[in-house]
């Protein structure tokens, strides 16, 4: 049978609460709709990292960051790991990326032990066809052309250095990033695509991640005064990291009129995506190739959006940075339209895998999908889900602030998730469709009942009545924990096991 073709379309820095699909009430994303129509849409999946790099390179091998030694962002995937784009290239595929990287190193030098392997999993050795997309508005190919580095420059002037800086991009939308991207991916199928091959392509949009602004009709398509707003959350009984962001991010001087604003960029932005993937849908179906593709949107990680006073991404466990879109959509696919099955970012992997017929490497640490997608009787969906974040040492405290942005605007010291300093302090987060429990390595946590508590506004880590679920998800996390320790490299040092004696003498009855 033919390998299906595969296209992995994704944003970065969404939350799946920005979507008419998962209960947004103001943005429509038709493209994406029509898609779910013929998919599915996993209600509850998650990233595994709340920050860029450190979950694009779960999800490219099916491995938890810890397994990796990959803790904080800009920190890419060991030439030495098994990936999917490498595998999926030794088994007949045409590879391609188009748009933001963040995940494969594009060189043969690594800051891993061990050197470079022989066959490395970096940006030129996995992907047949690179062409590239930076924040802002630069796309290989486009670079040189004047309008667009004239909207990348505006960007980068009024909306990149400050927490809150957003705005209406004066540039024609077809001298934008998205536009371009999608511009590219149509001369994929069209021009570059080897049809003797199955495709694998990562259609890797930059926004909606800063810098918040769009071109018209984008920027102004959402009115601010429509934009569902997050319940106010007063940070007590919040571990101090919370508060420290909360004061980092200038968010204590921020009004609702100015979150608002905010957010509504954000939506032009994930509009001005969705028209771009109609564009991408209607090719594919005048090529002919629906009904033989693979397509799985999703995000790498959320941004709060002044969910618990708090804008883009953070080393903290919220819905709001960890809760992603997750719509796939299958040849021949007829069973239900959405489900609640917990589903995490490393499933992505062997799912895929499974799907096209290839084999799932050793230490793979994803479940595959393919039973749920197949309506296998047998599949049993995760219990629950996990998510780690920071690097080790003390995290900063409020009396450790000397500087600070004194408004939203203020240029002066950059946004505070780009620092180091924001990103240390390890914990780890399991969740199930009822209750998250945060465990931080300096003693902090959180617990939250997600049914009566779904914004996660009430800490209940020390209430006696949550003594039972606590000791529960503690147990079930730290069992996960020895679970997931890495069975690589495989033990072929031993050479006699039961296995070995059935083989040599047969079984034998008493």
């Known amino acids: 049978m033919k390998k299906p073709n595969i296209l992995l379309i994704q944003t970065d820095q969404q939350t799946a609460e920005t979507l008419s699909l998962y209960g947004n009430p103001v943005l429509r994303t038709p493209a994406l709709e029509g898609l779910a129509q013929r998919g599915v849409v996993f209600e509850q999946a998650f990233c595994n990292y709340p920050a860029c790099s450190p979950s694009r390179s779960s999800m490219f091998t099916g491995r938890y960051c810890s397994t990796l030694n990959l803790h904080a962002n800009h920190m890419l995937i060991n030439p030495a790991e098994v990936t999917l784009p490498q595998v999926l290239k030794q088994h007949g595929y045409q590879t391609a990326i188009i748009g933001k990287n963040h995940a494969f190193m594009n060189n043969n030098e690594s800051y891993y032990r061990g050197g470079v392997p022989e066959q490395p999993s970096t940006l030129y050795e996995v992907f047949d066809y690179i062409r590239l997309g930076e924040h802002g508005h630069l796309v290989d190919g486009y670079r040189d052309d004047p309008d667009v580095k004239a909207a990348h420059a505006w960007a980068v002037k009024h909306c990149w250095n400050s927490p809150l800086g957003h705005g209406t991009n004066p540039a024609p939308l077809n001298k934008c990033g998205t536009f371009l991207l999608g511009e590219t991916m149509l001369d994929y199928l069209d021009n570059v695509r080897d049809e003797e091959k199955p495709f694998f392509t990562w259609l890797s949009f930059p926004d909606p991640h800063t810098p918040y602004q769009a071109p018209e009709p984008y920027a102004s398509m959402i009115d601010p005064a429509d934009v569902p707003m997050p319940p106010v959350d007063t940070l007590e009984g919040k571990p101090e990291r919370v508060k420290v962001a909360h004061l980092m991010d ?74 992603v879109p997750f719509i796939m959509s299958t040849p021949g696919y007829a069973g239900p339209k959405r489900t609640p099955h917990p589903v995490e970012l490393i499933d992505v992997m062997p799912t895929l895998f499974e799907l096209a017929g290839v084999p799932i490497p050793p230490g793979c640490q994803g479940r595959s999908l393919a039973p749920f997608l197949q309506e296998n009787p047998q599949y049993t969906p995760r219990e629950f889900i996990v998510i780690e974040s920071g690097e080790h040492g003390e995290p900063v405290k409020v009396s450790d602030i000397t500087l600070r942005p004194q408004h939203p605007f203020d240029e002066r010291y950059f946004v505070w998730c780009a620092y180091l300093d924001a990103w240390i302090g390890k914990g780890k987060a399991i969740r199930t469709n009822e209750w998250k429990l945060c465990v931080y390595a300096n003693g902090e946590g959180e617990l939250y009942d997600l049914r009566q508590d779904p914004h996660e506004l009430h800490n209940r880590i020390d209430d006696p009545a949550c003594l039972k679920i606590r000791t529960t998800l503690e147990r079930k996390l730290l069992q996960w924990t020895m679970n997931k320790e890495d069975q690589l490299p495989l033990n072929n040092t031993i050479k006699i096991s039961m296995q070995s004696m059935r083989e040599k003498y047969g079984e034998q009855t008493q």
């Open 250 to 323: 200038a968010m204590d001087t921020a009004d609702e009129v100015l979150i608002r604003q905010v957010r509504a960029i954000h939506y032009g932005m994930i509009r001005f995506i969705d028209d771009t993937l109609a564009k991408v849908f209607a090719k594919m179906d005048e090529l002919g190739l629906t009904e033989h593709t693979i397509v799985i949107f999703t995000s790498d990680h959320g941004d709060s959006m002044g969910a618990h006073g708090i804008i883009q991404k953070h080393n903290f466990f919220y819905d709001s940075f960890n809760h």
